[in-house]
């Protein structure tokens, strides 16, 4: 079975490249969607294309809709979401998509350290599975596509 995957939540680390890596050198079946990594891009492209804005408010919601169009297309055509939870920043665009998905009837695989488990209960309790690091998704990715 193939499967497609998108790959939700912060952009701080390299996770994304990691699960890539382990897709490409174990040749899963899983076609991986992902955001705008870049945040340069993604914060400033409403701007770029659209023209300049005096009010930070409208420079950002001309951003998000149109990252939005990449974002709902990937959660729209994801059978698994992965979402993860970094330290760094509070990701309230990764519980959103957390939320889309679980609305969506998407597969929810969620990742984060064991201390912001609380604030993320009742996105846990939405999950397939709750991951405490990178190495644990590639293991539930790699079960699922093995034949039995």
């Known amino acids: 079975m193939k499967y497609t995957v998108y790959l939700s939540g912060e952009i701080h680390t390299d996770w994304?490249?990691?699960?890539?890596?382990?897709?490409?050198?174990?040749?899963?079946?899983?076609?991986?969607?992902?955001?705008?990594?870049?945040?340069?891009?993604?914060?400033?492209?409403?701007?770029?294309?659209?023209?300049?804005?005096?009010?930070?408010?409208?420079k950002d919601n001309k951003a998000a809709k149109i990252n939005s169009i990449r974002h709902m297309t990937a959660l729209q055509r994801a059978d698994i979401v992965v979402v993860r939870f970094g330290d760094k920043y509070k990701q309230w665009n990764a519980a959103f998509d957390a939320g889309i998905a679980a609305a969506l009837g998407k597969s929810l695989i969620v990742e984060h350290a064991t201390d912001i488990t609380h604030p993320l209960k009742e996105i846990d309790a939405a999950a397939m599975a709750t991951a405490e690091n990178t190495e644990q998704v590639i293991e539930i990715l790699e079960y699922l596509c093995r034949d039995y």
């Open 16 to 58: 994304r490249e990691k699960i890539k890596n382990a897709v490409n050198e174990q040749k899963l079946p899983l076609e991986i969607l992902t955001p705008n990594t870049d945040h340069e891009s993604s914060d400033e492209c409403g701007v770029r294309i659209l023209g300049g804005e005096d009010n930070n408010f409208w």
